[in-house]
C-alpha cells in the first residue's frame, strides 16, 4: 500500500465527492470530513464505518471472481477454530510440436541489364528467397484460487472459487524450449485472511467491525488494536492481490497463437469502478427516500453496528449501501468492456483480464482504506495545529514547562536557571558567572541564542570540607557551599534537541578558577579539566550528552544472562550511574591571595595592580607564595601587632623587590647572550694599536646554570623598598623564577590529615545561592548515592519506563573569548587538546601557590554538582499527542517531580502548591503513595 500522502488522498477525495453526490439524493451534502464540524465520537464512527465498507467490498470483489454467499457463511465458520486463507497455484508446461519450414522473399528485387554497343539487349530480374524453419511448442498453464482451512489437508478444508486451464502455440526460431518444460508448481501464492470473515457479524454475513474504545491499548480512532488488526489485513491483501495479477498479466505475454494485438492498456487499474470507502460525512443526516431491497446485486451489504450511536453527520447505512452498489455495477460494467477487447479463447482470455482488473481493484480498496484512516488522523494533526496556532517544535515544549513549572512548584522549590554568580559575599560585586547553557536547534529554535538551563536545587551552606588531587601525592581541602542540580532534559524522535554548553566569564579586573570533574565520593571531587577565568575572559566548553538504559531495560536485557554475566553487567551500569554526576568547582582567587599571603580580609579588593602583579608571579614565574607573603616570625618580627595597611605594605614591598629582581635577572641574561654572540663571532673583535683588543666581558661562554647563578647574586644589587632592611624577601636558593611544573616541590606533598597544623582564618560568611532550598540540612550528603535512589525511584514511579539516566562529558572544541589589552577588541580562539591542557596545567600551578602545596585549604568555593536525566519520547512532540493520544506535559511533570523529590528528599505534596495537589494525584497516583515517597 502507498504510504499516506495528505495532497494525493485530498486530490482523490474531491474528484470521488462528485461521483458521490450523483449517488446519493439530493437531500444529502457529502462532504471530506475535515470540511464537517462534528465531534471526537464522530472520528471512532467515521473509521468503523470505513472499515465496514472495505470488508463488504474486498468480499464483493472476491465475488465477481467466484466467491458465493454460502462460501462465506462457511468460511465465516471455519474461521472460528482454524486460520483461513486464500490460495493462488498455477501449473505450466511446454511441449515441443512440430517443426516447418517456409521460404520468405525479400520485399526487394534486383534487376540486371545488358547492352551491347550502347544497344540494351536484355535485362535479367533476380530476387532473395529465405528459408525459414520455425519450431511450433504447446504451451499450457493451469490456475486454481481456493480458500483453505488451516493447511487444507483435505478435500473438506479447501473451497474453490476459481479455476481455468488453457494452451497456446508458441513460435521460436531455434529449438530451444521459450518456457521451463515442466513447471509445477509455477507460482503458490497464500494470503491469511482470517480478519476478513472474523471481521462479520456471529449471526449473519454483514460486516460488524467495532473499535473497543476502553481496551488499555486503544489511544485514537486510528491507534489501537482493532484498527491496527485491519491494516495489517489490508496490507497482506494487497500485496497478494497484486502479486496474482501480476502473473496473470504475464499470461497475455505468451499469447501469440491467435496473432491477435490485445489491448494491454485495459489491463491496469483505474478510477472507472468505484471504490466506496471515503472518508465523507454529510450536512444533513436524514432518512433515505428509498431503502434497498432484496433485489440488490451486491453479495455482501452492511449494516448498523452501534444502535446507540447517535451522529447526524455520519452516512447512513442506506447511503452506504448505495455506494457498495455503485462499486458493484461498475465492476460488471467494467467486465462487459474487457469482453469486447479480448478473447474468449487461448492462454489468456477475458476471464484473465477481468481476474486482473478485479484484483487490481482489491489493491486499490485497500489502499484507499488506508487512506481514510490516515486522514481520520491527519484531521487530528490540523485541528491541533490550528488550536495553537503552530505545529509544537521541542523549543516550544521546553518553553512551556518553565511556564509550567512556575505554576506547579511552591515558591521554595521552583527550578532556576543554572546560572550563578562568583562572588565573597552580597556585599561584594561579582568576579564572574559561571552557567551551563542550551542552544536550541532545529525547528523552532535559534542556535545564536543560548539560555541557561533550568534546575532544581538542593544547597548546603556549610558542609563538610572536601578534597580534590593535584596529583598523585597532593591533595587540596576546600570548604565552602554545595549545590545539588537535577536536571530533566526532554528528547522527541527525530527532532533535535538543545545544544550544551558550560560558560565561565569573568569581569574586567577580576579572576577565577574553574575546574570540571565528576563528584567521585562523599568528600572527594575528581577534576579533570580546569582553567583560569580573569579580564573578561569567556570559556565555552561543549557539554555532550549520552543516555544509559532506563531501569526496566537494563533488567529486561540481562534476565536471560548467567550470574556472572549479570554482576558484569550490574558493576559497569553501576559506574555509569556515578558517571551521570557531572561536578563543577569555582575558586575565588583574592580571598585565597589574601589568606596565602597573610593579608587580612579584603585587603585585595581595591588593589587591582597587585592582584594582577601577584597572579604574573604565581601563573608566568612560579614565584613561590613564601618569598610575597607577610611572615610576622621571619624577619618582620618588630610589628607585634600589624594592621591591615602595614601588612598590604610590606606584601607590595615583596612584589616590588621580586620585580626588580626579575628585570635584573632578566638584563643580565640579555647580557650574557651578547657575550655569547659575541665570542661566537671571531670578526667581531676591534683592532687596536697593538693587536686586537677583546672586548670588555668577553671570554668563555656561560656554563650551564649561569642563569641561576645570575639570580642568586641579583640579592645584593636589589632596591630597598623600605627604610628597614628587613623588609626584603628572603632570597631564593635554587632559582625560583626559573622553575617549571613545581607544583608539588615547594615540600613534602600535604594530606588532608596534616593541613589541621596550618594557621586557619576565620571563614567569610558564606553567600547564598538563589536556588537554595528552604530549611536544607548542614549534614554532609553524599552526592554519590543520589544516582542509585534515583535509578530505584525512576523504576519504582516511571510507569512508562521513559526517563533514562544522562551522563554529561565535556566536548572537545572549546572556544575562548578573550581581551589581550583594556582598550583592544575580544578575540576568538578555539583551544585545542594540548591548549586545555596548557589552561589546566597552569590553574594547578597557580592552586598549588595558592594553597602551599596543598597545606592551605581552600574557604571560597563553591561545588555544583549536576545530575540528568532525559525524558525520551518515541515520536515528536505533535505525533506524541496526535497518535499516542499521550500529554507529554504530564508525563514530564511526573519525571520531574520524581527527580525533585529525591534532590530535596520531601514528599511530592510538600513541593507543589496545594492547588495542583488533586490535579496530579489524579494523573500520577504513584507519586503520593506512602512506600514511594
Known amino acids: 500500500m502507498e504510504a499516506f500522502v495528505e495532497g494525493r488522498v485530498e486530490q482523490r477525495l474531491q474528484a470521488a465527492l462528485e461521483r458521490v453526490r450523483v449517488i446519493l439524493d439530493a437531500t444529502k451534502d457529502p462532504q471530506a470530513a475535515g470540511d464537517v464540524h462534528h465531534q471526537y465520537e464522530d472520528k471512532y464512527l467515521l473509521v468503523e464505518g470505513v472499515t465496514n465498507a472495505a470488508v463488504a467490498s474486498q468480499l464483493n470483489s472476491f465475488g465477481a471472481l467466484g466467491l458465493t454467499l454460502e462460501h462465506v457463511q462457511k468460511l465465516q465458520e471455519r474461521s472460528k477454530?482454524?486460520?483461513?486463507?486464500?490460495?493462488?497455484?498455477?501449473?505450466?508446461?511446454?511441449?515441443?510440436?512440430?517443426?516447418?519450414?517456409?521460404?520468405?522473399?525479400?520485399?526487394?528485387?534486383?534487376?540486371?541489364?545488358?547492352?551491347?554497343?550502347?544497344?540494351?539487349?536484355?535485362?535479367?530480374t533476380s530476387k532473395v528467397v529465405t528459408k525459414i524453419t520455425e519450431y511450433f511448442w504447446k504451451f499450457e498453464a493451469k490456475y486454481e484460487l481456493v480458500a483453505i482451512r488451516g493447511v487444507g489437508g483435505t478435500a473438506d478444508d479447501r473451497l474453490c472459487l476459481m479455476t481455468r486451464a488453457g494452451q497456446a502455440e508458441l513460435v521460436t526460431s531455434t529449438k530451444q524450449s521459450p518456457r521451463p518444460e515442466v513447471k509445477k508448481p509455477a507460482v503458490n501464492l497464500q494470503v491469511d485472511v482470517n480478519w476478513l470473515f472474523r471481521s462479520l457479524k456471529s449471526d449473519k454475513a454483514v460486516p460488524g467491525f467495532t473499535v473497543d474504545r476502553l481496551a488499555k491499548q486503544c489511544k485514537t480512532p486510528r491507534r489501537n488494536e482493532d484498527v491496527q488488526q485491519a491494516y495489517n489485513h489490508c496490507e497482506r491483501v494487497a500485496v497478494f492481490a497484486k502479486q496474482v495479477s501480476s502473473y496473470l498479466s504475464g499470461l497475455f505475454q505468451v499469447q501469440t497463437a491467435a496473432k491477435k494485438s490485445l489491448d494491454l492498456a485495459a489491463l491496469r487499474g483505474d478510477d472507472s469502478i468505484f471504490s466506496p470507502v471515503l472518508p465523507v460525512m454529510v450536512q444533513s443526516s436524514q432518512a433515505a427516500i428509498e431503502d434497498l431491497g432484496p433485489s440488490s446485486e451486491a453479495l455482501i451489504l452492511v449494516e448498523a453496528v452501534r444502535e446507540e450511536a447517535q451522529s447526524n453527520v455520519q452516512l447512513t447505512i442506506q447511503d452506504s449501501n448505495r455506494l457498495l452498489e455503485e462499486e458493484v455495477r461498475t465492476l460488471k460494467q467494467k467486465q462487459n468492456d474487457l469482453v469486447e477487447a479480448f478473447p474468449e479463447e487461448g492462454i489468456a482470455t477475458r476471464a484473465e483480464a477481468f481476474a486482473v482488473v478485479s484484483l487490481l481493484h482489491v489493491a486499490r480498496v485497500c489502499s484507499s482504506w488506508a487512506d481514510a484512516v490516515g486522514y481520520v488522523e491527519g484531521m487530528l494533526r490540523k485541528q491541533l495545529a490550528a488550536a495553537i496556532g503552530k505545529e509544537v517544535s521541542p523549543a516550544d515544549f521546553a518553553a512551556y514547562m518553565r511556564f509550567h513549572y512556575r505554576k506547579l512548584f511552591h515558591d521554595s522549590f521552583l527550578p532556576k536557571p543554572l546560572c550563578f554568580s562568583v562572588r565573597r559575599s552580597d556585599m561584594h560585586s561579582p568576579e564572574g558567572t559561571v552557567s551551563i547553557e542550551e542552544a536550541v536547534v532545529g525547528p523552532g529554535g535559534d542556535s545564536n541564542i543560548n539560555s541557561p538551563i533550568v534546575t532544581m536545587v538542593a544547597s548546603n551552606a556549610e558542609p563538610a570540607p572536601m578534597t580534590f588531587p593535584l596529583n598523585a601525592s597532593t591533595y587540596v581541602t576546600f570548604a565552602g557551599e554545595r549545590h545539588l542540580h537535577a536536571w530533566l532534559s526532554h528528547q522527541f524522535s527525530g527532532q533535535s534537541g538543545c545544544e550544551l554548553s558550560l560558560v565561565a566569564r569573568a569581569r574586567q579586573f577580576s579572576s577565577m578558577l574553574v575546574l570540571i570533574g565528576r563528584v567521585s565520593s562523599a568528600t572527594s571531587f575528581d577534576p579533570k579539566y580546569a582553567a583560569i577565568i580573569q579580564n573578561k575572559d569567556e570559556l565555552s566548553i561543549p557539554l555532550n550528552l549520552s543516555t544509559i538504559p532506563s531501569p526496566k531495560e537494563f533488567k529486561?536485557?540481562?534476565?536471560?544472562?548467567?550470574?556472572?554475566?549479570?554482576?558484569?553487567?550490574?558493576?559497569?551500569?553501576?559506574?555509569?550511574?556515578?558517571?551521570?554526576?557531572?561536578?563543577?568547582?569555582?575558586?575565588?582567587?583574592?580571598?585565597?591571595?589574601?589568606?596565602?599571603?597573610n593579608l587580612a580580609d579584603d585587603s585585595l579588593t581595591k588593589e587591582i595592580k597587585l592582584t594582577q602583579d601577584l597572579m604574573q608571579l604565581f601563573i608566568k614565574y612560579q614565584i613561590p607564595s613564601d618569598l610575597l607573603s607577610f611572615d610576622a616570625t621571619s624577619g618582620e618580627a618588630e610589628l607585634l601587632n600589624p594592621t591591615a595597611a602595614e601588612r598590604l605594605a610590606r606584601v607590595k614591598g615583596h612584589v616590588q623587590a621580586m620585580h626588580d629582581m626579575l628585570a635584573q635577572a632578566k638584563q643580565e641574561e640579555i647580557q650574557q647572550r651578547e657575550q655569547e654572540s659575541l665570542y661566537d663571532d671571531a670578526f667581531a673583535n676591534v683592532k687596536?694599536?697593538?693587536?686586537?683588543?677583546?672586548?670588555?666581558?668577553?671570554?668563555?661562554?656561560?656554563?650551564?646554570?649561569?642563569?641561576?647563578?645570575?639570580?642568586?647574586?641579583?640579592?645584593?644589587?636589589?632596591p630597598k623598598p623600605l627604610a628597614d632592611s628587613r623588609s626584603m624577601p628572603p632570597r631564593p636558593t635554587c632559582g625560583a623564577p626559573a622553575r617549571q611544573g613545581n607544583r608539588a616541590k615547594h615540600g613534602h606533598a600535604q594530606k588532608p590529615e596534616s593541613q589541621q597544623q596550618q594557621e586557619q582564618p576565620v571563614p567569610q560568611p558564606a553567600q547564598r545561592f538563589p536556588g537554595d532550598s528552604v530549611g536544607a540540612s548542614s549534614a554532609t550528603r553524599d552526592y554519590t548515592q543520589v544516582p542509585v535512589e534515583l535509578d530505584q525511584r525512576f523504576e519504582k514511579l516511571d510507569t512508562d519506563h521513559s526517563l533514562r539516566p544522562t551522563i554529561i562529558n565535556p566536548g572537545e572544541r572549546w572556544r575562548k573569548q578573550s581581551q589581550k589589552a583594556l582598550l583592544a577588541s575580544p578575540s576568538t580562539s578555539h583551544l585545542s587538546k594540548a591548549e586545555q591542557k596548557t589552561e589546566r596545567d597552569a590553574a594547578f600551578d597557580l592552586l598549588d601557590a595558592l594553597t602551599k602545596s596543598g597545606a592551605l585549604p581552600l574557604t571560597h568555593a563553591s561545588l555544583h554538582a549536576v545530575i540528568a536525566a532525559t525524558h525520551c519520547f518515541d515520536k515528536t512532540v505533535t505525533e506524541t499527542v496526535i497518535q499516542n493520544n499521550v500529554n507529554p506535559i504530564a508525563k514530564v511533570e511526573r519525571s520531574s517531580l520524581i527527580m525533585a523529590s529525591t534532590v530535596h528528599q520531601k514528599?511530592?505534596?510538600?513541593?507543589?502548591?496545594?492547588?495542583?495537589?488533586?490535579?496530579?494525584?489524579?494523573?500520577?497516583?504513584?507519586?503520593?503513595?506512602?512506600?514511594?515517597?
Open 81 to 124: 477454530d482454524k486460520v483461513v486463507s486464500f490460495q493462488f497455484s498455477a501449473e505450466e508446461a511446454c511441449s515441443y510440436l512440430r517443426e516447418e519450414t517456409r521460404e520468405e522473399e525479400a520485399p526487394t528485387r534486383q534487376i540486371e541489364n545488358i547492352s551491347i554497343h550502347g544497344t540494351l539487349q536484355a535485362a535479367f
Open 556 to 597: 529486561d536485557a540481562i534476565e536471560s544472562l548467567s550470574p556472572e554475566q549479570q554482576a558484569f553487567a550490574k558493576a559497569f551500569r553501576s559506574m555509569q550511574l556515578e558517571s551521570t554526576l557531572f561536578g563543577v568547582l569555582v575558586v575565588q582567587i583574592k580571598p585565597q591571595l589574601e589568606r596565602v599571603l
Open 907 to 933: 514528599p511530592v505534596q510538600d513541593l507543589i502548591k496545594d492547588e495542583q495537589v488533586q490535579r496530579v494525584t489524579d494523573a500520577s497516583p504513584q507519586l503520593f503513595l506512602e512506600n514511594a515517597s
Open 688 to 718: 687596536g694599536r697593538g693587536g686586537f683588543r677583546a672586548v670588555a666581558g668577553s671570554g668563555p661562554p656561560a656554563q650551564k646554570g649561569w642563569y641561576r647563578s645570575a639570580v642568586i647574586n641579583i640579592g645584593a644589587s636589589a
